[in-house]
């Protein structure tokens, strides 16, 4: 399974982006996707996730909140990410997951552990 993640850029600051992510090969189960970030020198972060398990939902960091939103199509394998109002501190590289676990509380998809593919990574520059 290899998940391509596309969308990424340079933007300026309040403008936007959307990112991408589509799996191929091997078909799966899609329980959930997220986007995570890793900007030089910090550790990796999540940005938001979508569960379709258990009734659905999503799920963004606090910064991202009003600005992000998560999108996507378990059928299809894909997600999705609007960026609006972007800032320099979201540059970043963006990586999208995929999730074939059915884990009965959703905070587990908050975390990198619960994912079983990733991405390839996405950069994404808000400077001016």
């Known amino acids: 399974v290899q998940l391509q993640a596309s969308g990424g850029g340079l933007v300026q600051p309040g403008g936007s982006l959307r990112l991408s992510c589509a799996a191929s090969?091997?078909?799966?189960?899609?329980?959930?996707m997220g986007w995570f970030r890793q900007a030089p020198g910090k550790e990796r972060e999540r940005v938001a996730t979508?569960?379709?398990?258990?009734?659905?939902?999503?799920y963004y960091e606090d910064s991202m909140k009003g600005r992000f939103t998560i999108s996507g199509d378990n059928a299809k394998n894909a997600v999705y990410l609007q960026m609006n109002s972007l800032k320099p501190e979201d540059t970043a590289v963006y990586y999208c997951?995929?999730?074939?676990?059915?884990?009965?509380?959703?905070?587990?998809?908050?975390?990198?552990?619960?994912?079983?593919?990733w991405g390839q990574g996405t950069q994404v520059t808000v400077s001016s």
């Open positions: 090969g091997r078909t799966f189960t899609t329980i959930a």
């Open positions: 997951a995929a999730s074939a676990r059915d884990y009965n509380m959703r905070y587990h998809y908050f975390f990198p552990y619960a994912y079983d593919y």
């Open positions: 979508i569960n379709w398990n258990g009734g659905g939902g999503t």
